[in-house]
């Protein structure tokens, strides 16, 4: 629902105002209210899991290490790995991003839907969730903090216009 209302949104605003409107004016308007419904979201799988949590603290710590150790890996690869074949950081950060990313939030609606709210199988998509989200933000930090250090090896610029057009 909110894939196709976005379509929609997008196409009347670029026809009824203009693209720049849409990326300019329009989108930055949700910026608060998209991290509200991130929040907001962690809140409800929480609250639904809070139990289950604190009942299993080894089932979340086997679950939690090496997933963490997981995400870092593989966005390193991939952040490193760019920065070898010279890709711009425009480019990297985000691939890198969606990588090591593993969109629990799908899996804790599929495991409760079929396994109950107190199931194992919920309790381990809650808990990547929960990792998760921290651990990402971690990593955009790590991203902008390192936007000088990452384009310092870059000698061609041409190559950041050429993925965008």
């Known amino acids: 629902m909110p894939f196709i209302a976005s379509i929609i949104s997008r196409k009347f605003i670029i ?3 203009s693209k720049e409107y849409l990326e300019n004016k329009f989108i930055p308007k949700f910026d608060n209210i998209t991290t509200i419904g991130l929040l907001l979201t962690l809140i409800f799988i929480f609250s639904s899991q809070g139990n ?3 009942n299993n603290p080894l089932d979340i710590i086997l679950i939690a290490i090496p997933y963490i150790i997981q995400i870092f ?3 390193g690869i991939g952040y490193l790995g760019s920065k070898a074949i010279k890709l711009p950081q425009n480019i990297a950060a985000p691939a890198s991003l ?3 990313s593993n969109f629990f939030e799908l899996a804790v ?3 409760i839907a079929l396994y109950g709210v107190s199931s194992p199988v919920a ?3 809650t808990v990547g969730v929960l990792i998760e989200v921290p651990v ?4 955009v930090r790590i991203v902008n903090n390192t936007k000088d250090w990452y384009n310092s090896g870059l000698t061609d610029k041409k190559i950041s216009s050429e993925y965008y057009n």
Not at 136 to 139: A, C, E, G, K
């Open 15 to 17: 026809n009824h105002k």
């Open 52 to 54: 289950l949590i604190l």
């Open 73 to 75: 890996l593989i966005f």
């Open 98 to 100: 969606v990588g090591a």
């Open 109 to 111: 609606a599929i495991a």
């Open 123 to 125: 309790l381990a998509t």
């Open 136 to 139: 990402m933000l971690t990593l």
